[in-house]
């Protein structure tokens, strides 16, 4: 591990519903990650090829599509999750995560909060600052900007923003996370294509209970909301690790083939068709990439209304929230 060398992302933004109070679950806010990540770069350091180094935009896009669909109440909890996903990358060995909430809803404060935690695949070296053993988890309370200096704060682009999901409660059903996950049906829906469009999630348990999400985004196209359902049920999926495999079905099969077939020219070729075309909706394959693990999910294509129980219900939720209806969304307990 003393060999190891750091990478480190700072000032990853992302908007999200993530708080213990109810005005920060209705409202959002804004969030801020800085990231270490510590791994070997000797390799890319000498041949300065692109598919040896660590893929920026896979770690960035992580971080914001977990705020953004997380509905977490404690800081704490969306660190932790945050550092699972940085560590799905094989490279890395250990991260460092910081998680800062910008605009805290505590009278007569105006600084912020943050949550920073360590966490490794093997014992924390010992020649890194601040990752003693009683120092994995530790909030820091920043206090407020001096003064005369420009507080104002540039939010980041929401183009093509998608809300955060709507998650069943856990009511009756328990906490998803001690459940071993089957099978996911993911869908997406886009009136006018495009045009407002919606997806939808059911995430099926052993157990025979399940569990759903779904969301919606303004302007958007059809197949873009078949990809954000797949990159939410993956995003799960990682959140309540398991070895057990799963199936995910999906009705696209430009999603099926893009992600089992294609993406890897497309990776040889830079994102490139095979024609030397830019790949359309890159910045979504790039995360679906980042996420999906061929050794524990198995990508099976369902015929759409066919009658299918759990491709219709990801279709009606999707189709809802592409008519900017809200889905009740619920968890069935198996008897």
Same mark, same amino acid.
């Given at each position: 591990?003393? #060999?190891?060398?750091?990478?480190?992302?700072?000032?990853?933004?992302? @908007?999200?519903?993530?708080?213990?109070?109810? *005005?920060?679950?209705?409202?959002?806010?804004?969030?801020?990650?800085?990231?270490? %990540?510590?791994?070997?770069?000797?390799?890319?350091?000498?041949? &300065?090829? %692109? &598919?040896?180094?660590?893929?920026?935009?896979?770690?960035?896009?992580?971080?914001?599509?977990?705020?953004? +669909?997380?509905?977490?109440?404690?800081? *704490?909890?969306?660190?932790?999750?945050?550092?699972?996903?940085?560590?799905? *990358?094989?490279?890395?060995?250990?991260?460092?995560?910081?998680?800062?909430?910008? #605009?805290?809803?505590?009278?007569?404060?105006?600084? *912020?909060?943050?949550?920073?935690?360590?966490?490794?695949?093997?014992?924390?070296?010992?020649?890194?600052?601040?990752?003693?053993?009683?120092?994995?988890?530790?909030?820091?309370?920043?206090?407020?900007?001096?003064?005369?200096?420009? +507080? $104002?704060?540039?939010?980041?682009?929401?183009? &093509?923003?998608?809300?955060?999901?709507?998650?069943?409660?856990?009511?009756?059903?328990?906490?998803?996370?001690?459940?071993?996950?089957?099978?996911?049906?993911?869908?997406?829906?886009?009136?006018?294509?495009?045009?407002?469009?919606?997806?939808?999630?059911?995430? @099926?348990?052993?157990?025979?209970?399940?569990?759903?999400?779904?969301?919606?985004?303004?302007?958007?196209?059809? #197949?873009?909301?078949?990809?954000?359902?797949?990159?939410?049920?993956?995003?799960?999926?990682?959140?309540?690790?398991?070895?057990?495999?799963?199936?995910?079905?999906?009705?696209?099969?430009?999603?099926?083939?893009?992600?089992?077939?294609?993406?890897?020219?497309?990776?040889?070729?830079?994102?490139?068709?095979?024609?030397?075309?830019?790949? $359309?909706?890159?910045?979504?394959?790039?995360?679906?990439?980042?996420?999906?693990?061929?050794?524990?999910?198995?990508?099976?294509?369902?015929?759409?209304?066919?009658?299918?129980?759990?491709?219709?219900?990801?279709?009606?939720?999707?189709?809802?929230?592409?008519?900017?209806?809200?889905?009740?969304?619920?968890?069935?307990?198996?008897?």
């Amino acid at each position: 591990m003393n #060999n190891l060398d750091c990478i480190h992302l700072t000032g990853v933004r992302g @908007y999200g519903h993530i708080g213990a109070l109810p *005005e920060e679950q209705a409202l959002g806010q804004w969030f801020q990650v800085d990231a270490s %990540l510590w791994l070997d770069v000797s390799r890319p350091g000498e041949t &300065d090829a %692109l &598919d040896d180094a660590l893929d920026y935009r896979y770690a960035v896009a992580a971080i914001q599509d977990t705020i953004a +669909t997380a509905r977490f109440a404690l800081l *704490e909890k969306l660190a932790t999750v945050l550092a699972q996903k940085l560590l799905a *990358e094989s490279r890395v060995q250990q991260v460092r995560v910081k998680v800062t909430k910008l #605009n805290t809803p505590i009278p007569g404060f105006a600084g *912020e909060i943050a949550v920073e935690i360590v966490r490794g695949r093997d014992p924390l070296p010992q020649s890194l600052p601040g990752t003693e053993r009683g120092a994995e988890a530790s909030p820091v309370v920043t206090s407020p900007v001096a003064k005369g200096k420009d +507080t $104002k704060r540039q939010e980041p682009d929401q183009q &093509d923003f998608n809300p955060p999901p709507s998650l069943a409660g856990k009511g009756a059903g328990g906490d998803p996370s001690a459940k071993i996950v089957k099978a996911m049906y993911t869908d997406g829906a886009c009136s006018g294509n495009p045009g407002p469009g919606g997806w939808g999630v059911v995430v @099926y348990f052993q157990d025979g209970s399940s569990h759903e999400l779904g969301g919606a985004a303004a302007n958007t196209t059809n #197949n873009r909301m078949e990809m954000q359902a797949a990159i939410a049920a993956l995003e799960f999926f990682q959140a309540h690790p398991q070895t057990e495999r799963i199936t995910l079905y999906t009705d696209s099969e430009y999603l099926r083939n893009g992600i089992t077939k294609w993406i890897s020219g497309w990776k040889k070729r830079g994102w490139k068709t095979a024609d030397g075309k830019p790949v $359309k909706n890159e910045d979504l394959w790039r995360q679906l990439d980042f996420l999906y693990t061929p050794s524990v999910v198995n990508w099976q294509y369902v015929r759409g209304h066919a009658g299918d129980v759990g491709n219709e219900r990801a279709d009606a939720i999707a189709a809802a929230f592409a008519q900017q209806r809200s889905p009740k969304l619920t968890q069935v307990i198996a008897s």
